[in-house]
């Protein structure tokens, strides 16, 4: 099994920043993927981002958050990072990260998920 605790949401104003992290325990070498989803109210769950555990190739990130958003890793702490810039109020939502084989968008490829964390973004 494997454990992904979120945290680091919260309430700011449109065009300010957040630094999401997710940190992860368990079976941590079994999963090569880290990612990023989230889910408004009222609709389904969408793809943020997503990098190999080892920095390998390039990360993905949804059109909607591209050059906003950087997705980070720190395998010493097991730790991965959504650094959010330029927020604007539709990027409120719960935040979850999520662990998978694969660099990919769909949600059902990532196993294990954690929690999530709320983002609240004023305008």
């Known amino acids: 099994q494997m454990q992904l605790v979120e945290s680091g949401g919260g309430l700011v104003q449109a065009g300010g920043s957040l630094t999401l992290s997710c940190a992860a325990s368990?079976?941590?070498?079994?999963?090569?993927?880290m990612g990023w989803f989230r889910q408004a109210p009222g609709k389904e769950r969408e793809f943020v981002a997503a990098?190999?555990?080892?920095?390998?190739?390039?990360?993905i990130y949804a059109d909607s958050v591209k050059g906003r958003f950087t997705i980070s890793r720190d395998n010493a702490k097991n730790t991965v990072y959504l650094q959010m810039n330029s927020l604007k109020p539709e990027d409120t939502a719960v935040y979850y990260c999520?662990?998978?084989?694969?660099?990919?968008?769909?949600?059902?490829?990532?196993?294990?998920w954690g929690q999530g964390t709320q983002v609240t973004v004023s305008s």
């Open positions: 999520a662990a998978g084989p694969q660099v990919v968008a769909d949600p059902n490829s990532y196993g294990y």
């Open positions: 368990g079976r941590t070498a079994s999963s090569s993927v």
């Open positions: 990098r190999w555990r080892w920095n390998l190739g390039s990360a």
